[in-house]
Nanobody, 115 residues
Framework: QVQLVESGGGLVQAGGSLRLSCAAS????????VAWYRQAPGKQRELVVG???????NYADSVKGRFSISGDNAKSTVYLQMNSLKPEDTAVYYC?????????WGQGTQVTVSS
């Protein structure tokens, strides 16, 4: 089992920045990919960015150039740096990790961007 705990969400004005953290524990050796998803009210959950073991990333077009994923192996933590935030970035952000057999999710952290 893998446990994921997100933190760092909050309320920020448009144009501001936030950094989300996702701390992993448990059988983290089983993880092949890590991703951030988000779900806005009334909308489907969507991929924000994913990163594979080889370091390759896949960003949603809507966040390219503004968001950046990084990690600290020593802390088993993945970060999502979000800059130039827009009201449309408002959502619950979820950390996801897994491999071909298992999928793990955090509880989510709310990000609200005011105009």
């Amino acid at each position: 089992q893998v446990q994921l705990v997100e933190s760092g969400g909050g309320l920020v004005q448009a144009g501001g920045s936030l950094r989300l953290s996702c701390a992993a524990s448990g059988s983290i050796f089983k993880i092949d990919t890590v991703a951030w998803y988000r779900q806005a009210p009334g909308k489907q959950r969507e991929l924000v960015v994913g990163i594979a073991l080889d370091g390759s990333t896949n960003y949603a077009d809507s966040v390219k150039g503004r968001f950046s994923i990084s990690g600290d192996n020593a802390k088993s933590t993945v970060y999502l740096q979000m800059n130039s935030l827009k009201p449309e970035d408002t959502a619950v952000y979820y950390c996801n990790a897994g491999n071909s057999e298992h999928d793990y999710w955090g509880q989510g952290t709310q990000v609200t961007v005011s105009s």
